[in-house]
């Protein structure tokens, strides 16, 4: 069984930044595409960015492009989230999720695990 589990999560103004992390069990983190989705109340689960096994090659919704960074350390079995020049329409729940493609896909039927989100609010 795999968990994961996020954090860094939090309350900041527009503008600002947050780092999320996705810290994940087991040893075959390295093997596994990842991916970051979030979700707000009466909407569908939307797919934000996804990194490659190596963390050499990323994917981004046109939405945070430019703004967003996701990264890995395959050693720490982590993944990131660099969230820049928020703004209200990024307040959502953020969940990290392991991906079952070859290369990150954009749906929620791609992904096999997911942690249990952390709320990003941001106020203007």
């Known amino acids: 069984q795999v968990q994961l589990v996020e954090s860094g999560g939090g309350l900041v103004q527009a503008g600002g930044s947050l780092r999320l992390s996705c810290a994940a069990s087991?040893?075959?983190?390295?093997?596994?595409?990842m991916g970051w989705f979030r979700q707000t109340p009466g909407k569908e689960r939307e797919f934000i960015a996804g990194?490659?096994?190596?963390?050499?090659?990323?994917y981004y919704a046109d939405s945070v492009k430019g703004r967003f960074t996701i990264s890995r350390d395959n050693a720490k079995n982590t993944v990131y989230l660099q969230m820049n020049s928020l703004n209200s329409e990024d307040t959502a729940v953020y969940y990290c999720?392991?991906?079952?493609?070859?290369?990150?896909?954009?749906?929620?039927?791609?992904?096999?695990?997911w942690g249990q989100g952390t709320q990003v609010t941001v106020s203007s």
């Open positions: 990194i490659s096994r190596s963390g050499g090659r990323t």
């Open positions: 087991g040893r075959t983190f390295s093997m596994y595409v």
């Open positions: 999720a392991r991906g079952r493609t070859i290369i990150p896909g954009t749906a929620t039927y791609e992904y096999d695990y």
